[in-house]
């Protein structure tokens, strides 16, 4: 252990012992920790960071965009303002869709190949 690794493992007892760390919010609770699996590595700490700061990626806002036109759907009566808010409801639906088959992880040429061999392989024994 590292001179600064003792040092901060010695403050934190300290922290504990005077009894500064009881209570803190979230205290006994489960960790909720970030599944950023899908998210691409490079972008992973500005998605934190976007989060932090309470603003929604595009994605999740075009989702929570088609909530609420879907609502508007439900309570709308008249039928020209059902139409544009259909048109508009499916204009978001196409981009979103496209926006997450950009996002979607494509196999590497390698890793086709193997799966292709495997394959054969299966086939031919």
């Known amino acids: 252990m590292g001179l600064f690794d003792r040092i901060a493992e010695a403050r934190i007892q300290e922290a504990l012992e005077r009894g500064d760390l009881d209570d803190l919010p979230g205290s006994g609770e489960p960790l909720e920790l970030e599944d950023l699996s899908r998210v691409p590595e490079d972008l992973r700490s500005s998605y934190i960071l ?3 700061a309470n603003v929604l990626p595009e994605e999740m806002q075009i989702q929570k965009e088609l909530l609420r036109l879907g609502d508007l759907l439900a309570a709308c009566a ?3 303002e059902r139409a544009e808010l259909r048109g508009r409801r499916d204009a978001l639906g196409l981009r979103l869709s496209s926006m997450l088959e950009r996002l979607r992880p494509r196999p590497s040429a390698r890793a086709m190949h193997a799966r292709y061999a495997q394959a054969l ?3 031919l024994s």
């Open 50 to 52: 976007l989060k932090g």
């Open 121 to 123: 392989r299966r086939r």
């Open 78 to 80: 008249d039928d020209g």
